[in-house]
């Protein structure tokens, strides 16, 4: 029989539609269906100025809206071949580093509700709110940002930024232990993740799959190293890989294990990072009074929270843009839901679904 | 409620009563969370630890049938627009809804070349509250529910509406 | 940078390299002591000291970009030799232009190839490039020889066939629905070319630079574009 996981389901991920042929308990076939959140990004972009962009790009992956400006902002400046003083792009480090706990955090804390887990994400969610009120803080949303622009920031860090977020490392360190404690090493969710949505490697290279996704399934590859931008190459961090500990490798507790452990590196980055941050510099300067990149394209990626983020920027000379078009991540991450989900029993697929974690208003745009 | 409701004309009793029902009705409606973007997560902040929600005694649900208030929060596009009405169809009466964020309330940020947003959800289902903000802080979602709260204290099922 | 900061950093990484790390760490200034610290990292993995002298930096970018054309150049070159009559302009130093027609067998072999081996499709993006012509660019990138190719393909409004290569990237299904519901360019051989962001019976296809929309859509009036409040 034919099934519908229907477009409205408790609000993690999003609208989506999933229809499931399924024999009563064994899935044999999933077909996603989107769409329903496709808000025209690439239209909008075509007929705003590059400054507006931002706010739009902010939009799309609304967990993890810092990382989207990064990347929008690091094609730009190498289409404009703009570059940017230290201490702006130590700021931008920091952000996008923070940015990648809070959206593991609820990544991790849906991936618990999902399997019915509600503590583990009301905890998640109460350390998330610590980091909101130091993005707060310095640009005064709690969401979507609009810090980065093209050449600098929008504010600079205001004071007491600097020892509100080393207070909250202190605190948010062995908290990260007490969640794998917590959620991973529980026998319940072992045994719901464990050699469930297996993904080998070939598979995930094959449908594009990236981020801690890919690197659940044993591949090491991460853009912060591999595709260098930025300063990343100042910092000394890991990049933890699935090693199958409690069942296969790539399976879905692996993908659990590596998002942890990218919040322990994470940490590792901001410390870092506010250790080396230099005192002096104007985050404004280096930002031009009219942004009109030379005619040409760009195809950048950088590494957001769910994967490889690409932006495609076409510019034809005048002061809005051509085309811009947005990789996405997540795009791809539920591409091969139908791939390693078909097989497997009802409850396991939203399991698979919540390890994958997409986000529906990077899908649709 | 659909036997006597609007049935009678004002007097001692059933003014009292309807008090009673307005009264029980206000102080626990509980919500349909009906997120689709960015909305959704401050409506999910505000029923979390910092924002507690419960403890107004406004409960997520995840099935129309069971909810009382319908939160839209979040872009509505044509596509979904359909389903929107289905679900609020099948709400139970009485029913309310509360348009969270400008994109439910006007469209948005996408209000100027978006082909296919709805410029607000109150062209397919009516709304009672709308909450401004993009997003809007879990304290003004909070503030936008309990002004639906005084506006459900001010309705008078039983009284039979003249004119 | 000045000098003598360039030659602080020069000498602690070669100091470094032998096995004392003592020179970096005694560096009194933050920043000169990070870029140390990444200086070093680039020596262990090159076996050459970096010098942060800015004119060397920019003789890196150079021989980047170089490499990139070069590279570019080569793959063109070779495109010709097996496949001829498949270019379709003049050789670009930033990327191929190709016919549509020997499409899949060229992407076959882009991927099958041991020296090449791109085995993956980055992206993929429609474009109108007005008065009736379409092009659908593929940025290609291998996992194995971290080397990337940027390849485009145009073709006319009245004639927008390209073939699928979605046997050959797994990724390609959906880019290529996306890019079919967006601009309408058809794709040969795909299974199930159907629209995937928009609504099955959607009329027309919105990022066209001469789009317009539709004006009811199941009762509910499409919105046109706004130029002030109302």
């Known amino acids: 029989m034919v099934l519908n996981i229907g477009p409205q389901h408790p609000a993690t991920h999003g609208v989506l539609r999933l229809q499931v042929k399924t024999d009563g308990e064994i899935i044999s076939e999933i077909t996603p269906y989107m769409g329903y959140l496709h808000r025209c990004f690439e239209k909008h972009c075509e007929n705003v100025t590059y400054e507006q962009v931002i706010p739009f790009t902010d939009r799309c992956d609304y967990l993890a809206s810092m990382t989207m400006n990064f990347g929008y902002v690091v094609a730009m400046e190498q289409l404009m071949e703009i570059k940017v003083n230290d201490k702006v792009e130590y700021i931008r480090v920091i952000m996008a580093e923070l940015q990648r706990i809070a959206s593991h955090l609820l990544g991790i804390g849906a991936f618990g509700l999902d399997l019915g887990a509600f503590t583990p994400f009301l905890h998640m969610l109460r350390d998330r709110e610590r980091i909101l009120d130091i993005f707060e803080m310095t640009c005064g949303a709690r969401l979507l940002y609009n810090y980065m622009w093209v050449g600098g920031l929008s504010h600079d860090l205001p004071t007491g930024f600097v020892e509100a977020t080393l207070n909250f490392l202190d605190y948010f360190e062995p908290k990260v232990d007490e969640f794998e404690n917590l959620l991973g090493h529980n026998k319940i969710f072992v045994e719901r993740t464990a050699d469930i949505g297996i993904m080998p490697a070939d598979v995930a290279i094959s449908y594009g799959v990236t981020g801690p996704n890919l690197r659940g399934s044993g591949v090491k590859w991460d853009l912060r190293k591999d595709d260098q931008y930025s300063i990343y190459d100042r910092f000394d961090f890991n990049v933890p890989v699935g090693k199958g500990l409690k069942g296969t490798v790539g399976d879905c507790w692996d993908r659990f294990y590596v998002r942890i452990h990218e919040i322990r590196e994470s940490i590792k980055i901001v410390r870092q990072a506010i250790d080396q941050l230099p005192k002096e510099g104007d985050v404004h300067q280096a930002m031009p009074k009219k942004i009109r990149p030379p005619k040409g394209s760009i195809y950048r990626r950088t590494e957001s929270p769910r994967g490889d983020l690409g932006y495609y920027i076409e510019s034809d000379g005048s002061d809005t843009p051509y085309r811009v078009k947005m990789r996405s991540p997540a795009f791809t991450a539920l591409s091969v839901l139908n791939e390693i989900g078909a097989g497997w029993l009802m409850s396991d697929v939203l399991g698979i679904l919540g390890s994958l974690d997409i986000v529906l208003g990077e899908i649709d745009r | ?163 | 940078m000045s000098e003598d900061k360039e030659k602080i950093i020069s000498e602690a990484v070669e100091k470094a390299l032998q096995g004392d790390m003592d020179a970096i760490n005694n560096i009194e200034d933050r920043v000169t002591r990070s870029k140390a610290k990444a200086a070093l990292v680039k020596a262990k993995r090159t076996n050459v000291v970096a010098d942060k002298d800015s004119t060397k930096e920019n003789n890196t970018s150079k021989s980047k970009v170089e490499e990139k054309i070069n590279f570019n150049q080569a793959l063109c070159q070779k495109i010709s030799e097996k496949f001829p009559d498949s270019i379709d302009a003049d050789q670009n130093n930033d990327w191929i232009q190709l016919r549509p027609e020997n499409w899949l067998k060229i992407a076959k072999w882009l991927k099958s190839d041991e020296k090449l081996s791109f085995d993956s499709l980055q992206c993929n993006t429609g474009m109108d490039l007005g008065e009736g012509v379409l092009e659908s660019r593929y940025n290609l990138h291998s996992m194995k020889h971290l080397h990337k190719a940027e390849i485009r393909i145009i073709v006319s409004v009245e004639k927008p066939d390209i073939p699928s290569v979605e046997q050959v990237w797994r990724v390609a299904d959906w880019f290529e629905r996306e890019t079919y519901d967006m601009f309408g360019i058809n794709f040969i051989g795909h299974r199930d070319l159907r629209r995937i962001l928009l609504p099955d019976d959607w009329e027309g296809w919105p990022l066209r630079k001469d789009y317009q929309e539709q004006e009811t859509y199941h009762g509910i009036v499409v919105p046109k574009v706004k130029e002030g409040w109302e």
Not at chain 2, 101 to 124: E, F, M, N, R
């Open chain 2, 1 to 163: 409620m659909g036997l006597l409701e609007n049935k009678f004309t004002d007097n001692i009793i059933v003014e009292k009563l309807d008090k009673l029902l307005s009264w029980s009705r206000s102080t626990s409606p509980w919500f349909f969370q009906f997120g689709t973007a960015c909305c959704a997560i401050e409506m999910m902040a505000a029923a979390a630890s910092r924002h507690d929600l419960m403890r107004i005694g406004i409960i997520p649900r995840s099935s129309p049938r069971q909810a009382d208030v319908m939160i839209v929060a979040g872009t509505v596009t044509m596509k979904m627009a359909l389903r929107v009405k289905k679900l609020y169809e099948q709400m139970a009466d009485p029913k309310y809804v509360v348009a969270m964020g400008s994109c439910a309330t006007s469209g948005g940020p996408y209000w100027q070349h978006g082909y296919h947003v709805l410029k607000g959800v109150d062209i397919v289902i009516p709304v009672d509250v709308y909450v401004p903000g993009c997003p809007p802080r879990p304290e003004a979602l909070i503030e936008g529910l309990l002004k639906l709260q005084e506006q459900i204290l001010e309705e008078r099922p039983l009284t039979r509406k003249i004119g």
